[in-house]
């Protein structure tokens, strides 16, 4: 079954210290990967996606995250974290098991507290 | 530009009614996307769109949900027959193109519904 897993439901870290937000995947075929953030009571913000090349994905705020095929994950990072950062964070695939359909596959979601 | 957007923000409705959500989606997005989130979980999919026809409604959980775009650009999610279970944020979301796999999506604010 295709399917994304968060394994922490909460990350803490300081303010200016990196940041790692974990997530692993399962689908048929290559994967097409995305990171979303969410902030209360506000829609999904699109962070960055990976398709293909590069296994280091550069993308909004200043966020990173490192595709490893062989671990079958998609981490997302951040060298120094700002309290504003602190928000629901979500890891998504496409599903591939068909042609016709456009569906996004969620994990469950991490928070990350970022503490002055 | 605009981004997608919902109304309405809140729908408070009470068992057994029926609901319209409308999306607005982004300027010239051939593709639009329907998830719901039920509170402390991921978006699960309900329906996907490419120009007028519903490429995927796998998501739909039953026979009470149904969602039309009738022009290719605004899109609504209709409920018939409301239930409690069906309280839950509904987002929607457009992209550029829908097939390519790495097209991405863009949510909107979401509305919330609440069955009394």
């Known amino acids: 079954a295709q399917s994304v897993a968060q394994p922490e439901d909460q990350v803490n870290v300081a303010e200016g210290n990196p940041l790692t937000v974990k997530c692993t995947y399962s689908?048929?075929?290559?994967?097409?990967l995305f990171w979303y953030v969410q902030y209360p009571n506000r829609g999904l913000q699109f962070l960055l996606k990976?398709?293909?090349?590069?296994?280091l994905v550069k993308g909004s705020y200043g966020f990173e995250a490192e595709f490893n095929k062989s671990q079958t994950s998609f981490h997302l990072k951040k060298p120094s974290a700002l309290v504003s950062d602190s928000a629901l964070y979500f890891c998504?695939?496409?599903?591939?098991?068909?042609?016709?359909?456009?569906?996004?596959?969620f994990g469950q979601g991490t928070t990350l507290q970022v503490k002055p | 530009g605009a981004g997608v957007s919902q109304t309405p923000s809140n729908k408070v409705t009470e068992k057994g009614k029926y609901v319209e959500l409308r999306c607005d989606p982004i300027?010239?997005?051939?593709?639009l996307y329907w998830y719901r989130q039920s509170l402390g979980q991921g978006p699960e999919f309900l329906i996907y769109?490419?120009?007028?026809?519903?490429?995927?409604d796998s998501g739909l959980p039953n026979d009470r949900f149904f969602a039309v775009r009738p022009e290719g650009s605004v899109s609504t999610l209709k409920i018939q027959r409301t239930e409690r279970g069906d309280s839950a944020v509904y987002l929607c979301?457009?992209?550029?193109?829908?097939?390519?796999?790495?097209?991405?999506?863009?949510f909107g604010p979401g509305t919330r519904l609440t069955v009394l």
């Open positions: 979301a457009s992209s550029p193109r829908g097939l390519p796999r790495g097209d991405t999506q863009y």
């Open positions: 689908v048929s075929g290559n994967p097409y």
């Open positions: 990976y398709i293909t090349g590069d296994n």
């Open positions: 998504a695939v496409r599903d591939t098991r068909s042609s016709n359909t456009g569906k996004l596959i």
């Open positions: 300027s010239g997005h051939t593709a």
């Open positions: 769109f490419q120009g007028t026809g519903a490429a995927d």
